[in-house]
Structure formats: C-alpha cells, structure tokens
C-alpha cells in the first residue's frame, strides 16, 4: 500500500494506492463518509467488471445505489449531465451523501462536475480505473463536460475526498487505452520525475510505485497551482503539438501527446533549450511501451499552433524541457516563431 496527500490552502485528501484495494472500499471510505447512503456513477463497461464488486465491498458499512451510463467520451455531454442529476434526484439523494465515481476520466470529470452543482456541492470520492485516471485525471479537482465542440468547456474545481486506486483493476483495460494513459505517464517522467523515467526504462509492469512517481508529479504541481493560473501549464508539454497532430490523424490522445513530445524536444533543441541527450531518452520508452514515434516536423505546424494558442497579449507559451525530468514554460512573440519558422532544418 502507499500513500500520498495532496495539500491545498483549504482542503487536502489522501490518495491510496493498493493492490485489491477495490476489496476494502468502505474501510477506506469510512475515514472520511459516516452517513449511511452512497451512490455510484459508473459506466456500462466498467459496470461489467467491477459494479459488484464495488457494491460487495461497500456494502457491509452502506446502503449502495448506482447509477450506469454509457462509456466513452460521448457521455460528457449536458443530456447525460442532466440525466445523471435527475437519477440521482430520483433516488432522493441528500446534500451531504456520498457521489463515487468509479470509472476512467470521462466519469471521474463527469462525476465530479455533478458533485460541484447537485445542491451547489456534495462530497465524492474518486475510484478511477483507467491508467490515464489513475496517474493523473483523478487528482486535482478539474471537473466538467464538453459542450459547443468544445472540450471541458463547462466545468468546475472541485477537489474528491478521497482518491482509491487499485491498480490490479488495469488488468482488463484493453491495449490502446492502457497506452493511452502510458502517453502521459511518460510525460509525467519527463516534466518533472526523473528517477519514473529511469523505472521505465527496463518496461516494469505499471504497479503501485509507478503510479505513485506518476502522481508525485500532477501532486506537485496542483499543489503550487490549484487553479491552473500559471505552474500547470506544464502538464501540457507535449500537448500544443499534440492537439493539432490529434484530430487530424485520428490518434488517441495519449498517442499524439507521444508524438507531441519529440517534435517539442525538437523545437527545444533548436532554441538551445533543450539538451540532445532528450530526445533518444524519450524516443526510446516511447518505443518501449509501442507508442507512436512517427516523425512530423515542428516548424510545419508552427504557425497554426501560434495563431490557435496565442494569448491576448498576442504571445504564446511552449512547454521544453531544459533537461531529463524537469520542463520550463518558455514564452514566445509572433516574431520569434516567425524566426524559427524561417530557420534553416539542420540548424
Ligand atoms: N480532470 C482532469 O484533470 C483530466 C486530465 C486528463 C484527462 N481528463 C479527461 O479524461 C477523459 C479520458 O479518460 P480515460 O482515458 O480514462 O477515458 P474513459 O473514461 O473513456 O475510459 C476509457 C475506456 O476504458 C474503459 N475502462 C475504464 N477502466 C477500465 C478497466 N479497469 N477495465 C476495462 N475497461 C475500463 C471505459 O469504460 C472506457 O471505455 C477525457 O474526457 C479527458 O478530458 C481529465
Ligand atoms: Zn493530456
């Protein structure tokens, strides 16, 4: 078992992380929930593999209703917001019971965004069950739903109770969205944990330890930035280049952000900031876990990205690393992208 706290000026919360945790839910629960009803937001997929278990594993302290939706991203949407809210209305939910949301990251920022509303706020406690939830999704309070094509546009900060992680639970994640989550974990390694990128270079099973690197690193930087006003920004190295990469060509997210990773070390390294060593480093755990390395070159998305990301001052911000395992925000004028855009490739 292991453990991590995350600290905030007014509310902090435990993180557990363990190996058939999902066995002894209401033990943990119990610190922090002393009323009698709890009600599970889940989805049909998850449903399938763990709803009983859950119910089982609760049930000796609390009364358990659910409430099952469709998996996928389609379900962060206000119908099933709405839809979500009146079931558990339905079902006579009070202002001080317990949400869990026991899922990926489509319903933990569903759930979440349910507890921030219903009754202008009702407790939750996260059980995330993807590897994407899991080492990152899951902590930090983002909460919301897509809305106007827009990803997350509607949402809240509302931090979880508790956080309860079973990693065992990865065991029936299909292939591409384990490596979907290993896309970020990556990145996790290379913004801000070194000794996580070192782990991973020998392929480890992804099991408790891993996990908990993965966190250190969102941990520390919701810590310093609980509402995303500047140090956060990090967590989106790989992201700039990703996102135009994403959509395009039909990657999942944690693919493109792989790809959005080297063409930002390669940017890096032609603005000197980042070192060579980087690149092969990251190539090769990319490999490892087969995420894709396909080559795009920086400078053909350059302008698209500055004219789509530029703030209102007219700037934008990149995320490089400066070195293995720590990254810098780095702002740039329409100038300078025009310069390095103009620059020769060998430089
Ligand atoms: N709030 C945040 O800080 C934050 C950060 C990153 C991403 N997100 C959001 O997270 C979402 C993506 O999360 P995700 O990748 O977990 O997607 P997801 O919730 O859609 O889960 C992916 C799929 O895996 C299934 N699944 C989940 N756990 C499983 C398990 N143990 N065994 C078998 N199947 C399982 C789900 O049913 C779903 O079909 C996006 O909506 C994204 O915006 C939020
Ligand atoms: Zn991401």
Do not use: W
Request: include cysteine.
């Amino acid at each position: 078992m292991r453990e991590l706290e995350v600290r905030l000026k007014n509310s902090s919360y435990r993180i557990i992380v363990e190996n058939y945790l999902m066995d002894k839910l209401s033990f943990y629960i119990n610190d922090v929930y002393k009323n009698k009803r709890v009600f599970i937001l889940t989805d049909d997929v998850v449903a399938k593999y763990y709803l009983d278990k859950a119910i089982k594993s609760l049930s000796d302290k609390y009364v358990v209703d659910y409430v099952i939706i469709p998996h996928g991203e389609n379900s962060k949407v206000l119908e099933r917001y709405a839809y979500v809210c009146e079931e558990l209305l339905k079902k006579d939910i009070r202002r001080n019971e317990l949400l869990i949301a026991l899922g990926g990251g489509v319903i933990g920022d569903l759930c979440g965004f349910v507890a921030a509303t219903l009754y202008r706020g009702i407790p939750y406690v996260g059980i995330p069950t993807s590897l994407l939830s899991q080492m990152d999704s899951s902590i930090g309070g983002k909460t919301g739903i897509d809305f106007y094509n827009r990803k997350n546009i509607l949402g809240a900060f509302k931090q979880p109770s508790m956080v309860l992680i079973d990693p065992n639970t990865l065991k029936t994640l299909d292939n591409r969205e384990f490596n979907n989550g290993m896309g970020e974990l990556i990145k996790h390694g290379a913004i801000g944990n070194k000794k996580l990128l070192d782990m991973l270079k020998d392929k480890p099973q992804i099991d408790e330890d891993i996990i908990v690197e993965s966190l250190f690193v969102k941990k520390s930087v919701v810590e310093i930035d609980e509402f995303d006003l500047k140090e956060r920004m990090l967590l989106n190295f790989g992201h700039t280049f990703g996102h135009a990469i994403e959509l395009k060509y039909g990657y999942k997210h944690g693919e493109a952000v792989a790809i959005g990773m080297l063409m930002a070390i390669k940017m890096g390294e032609d603005l000197n900031v980042t070192p060579k060593e980087c690149y092969d480093v990251i190539f090769n755990i990319l490999k490892l876990y087969e995420l894709p390395t396909d080559e795009y070159n920086y400078k053909d998305y350059l302008k698209d990205v500055f004219y789509d990301k530029k703030n209102i001052a007219g700037t934008i911000n990149f995320i490089f690393l400066n070195k293995l395992g720590n990254a810098i925000i780095y702002k740039m004028t329409e100038e300078e992208v025009k310069r390095l855009e103009g620059k020769n490739n060998s430089n």
